[in-house]
């Protein structure tokens, strides 16, 4: 049991999920910005972004990070805004060509790994030139450790002075190909973070169908927690979630079940390190 807050962050679209999928997959900027004040009303701190083309397909413009920023920090004020680099929505230089916007935060993969039907293509040099745009602008990264050598990496980039700490790091559990969601295996990646970066946040994203378990997890670990319909469209087993905020809602249910205060966005801010709202 703790009492420390709990950061909710919620993946509000991502490049998978479609209309066909869940009819409440917000794809415009305007959509967008509507579902994630909802969700920032109902607990969440941390919106994590990635943008589409109206049709739906996927792109990396920094056109619309840059309106959808816009939108963010107008409808959901001292919000942590997060964008995504993830290799699924552009390749190479393409997937950092929206950093010059500064959000608040930014995922970074820091290593590869399997996805369901390709490779998530991580090098070292792309790694490394991420690392530093967001170093350079102050862009707090989430480390997203799809495996173990990940949350090593991080540790080891943090220490040569290439990430600033404290380290925010995001156990990633579910998808296909890669790290199964098992319990043993995400008590041990909390306790292994927790020994070589004792001053580490740590969350974790249960892909699809655990996504409720591994909030769980989270909430009764002292850890924080993500969800959204990024990760998973369902409510339950037999309905659609009808809302990002829906399954924020959900989240901030197992917190009051665990007697974990929600952290409202300045908490957050604090205990990730990121300076004031803009
Ligand atoms: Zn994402």
Redesign the pocket.
Same mark, same amino acid.
């Given at each position: 049991m703790s009492d420390k807050p709990c950061i909710i962050c919620v993946?509000i679209t !991502? @490049?998978v999920p479609k209309k066909e999928n869940n009819p409440a997959v917000p794809i415009t900027v305007t959509e967008q910005v509507e579902s994630t004040q909802a969700a920032f009303e109902a607990g969440a701190a941390i919106a /994590?972004c /990635?943008v589409r083309n109206d049709d739906g397909s996927t792109t990396s413009s920094p056109e619309r990070f840059g309106l959808l920023l816009e939108g963010l920090r107008k409808h959901c004020p001292g919000m942590i805004v997060q964008f @995504?680099t !993830?290799g699924r929505s552009g390749a190479g230089a393409e997937r950092g060509g929206m950093l010059p916007l500064k959000p608040d935060m930014a @995922?970074l993969a820091v290593g590869s790994v399997n996805f369901p039907t390709r490779v998530y293509d991580n090098a070292p040099d792309l790694v490394d030139w991420l690392a530093g745009e967001m170093l350079s602008r102050h862009i707090k990264p989430e480390i997203e450790a799809f495996d173990l050598s990940h949350v090593f990496q991080a540790v080891a980039m943090q220490k040569a002075g290439r990430l600033t700490g404290p380290l925010y790091v995001q156990f990633v559990m579910g998808i296909k190909n890669a790290m199964p969601v098992d319990r043993e295996v995400f008590d041990f990646y909390v306790r292994t973070l927790n020994r070589i970066a004792p001053d580490a946040n740590w969350c974790a994203a249960g892909i699809g169908r655990n996504q409720l378990t591994v909030v769980e997890w989270c909430v009764a670990n002292g850890g924080h927690t993500r969800t959204g319909l990024?990760d998973n469209v369902r409510l339950d087993k037999d309905n659609l979630a009808p809302s990002n905020a829906a399954l924020v809602e959900l989240a901030v249910q197992i917190c009051g079940k665990y007697e974990r205060p929600v952290a409202t966005p300045a908490q957050a801010r604090q205990i990730i390190g990121l300076g004031d709202a803009a």
């Open positions: 993946a !991502g @490049s /994590h /990635h @995504s !993830g @995922s990024e």
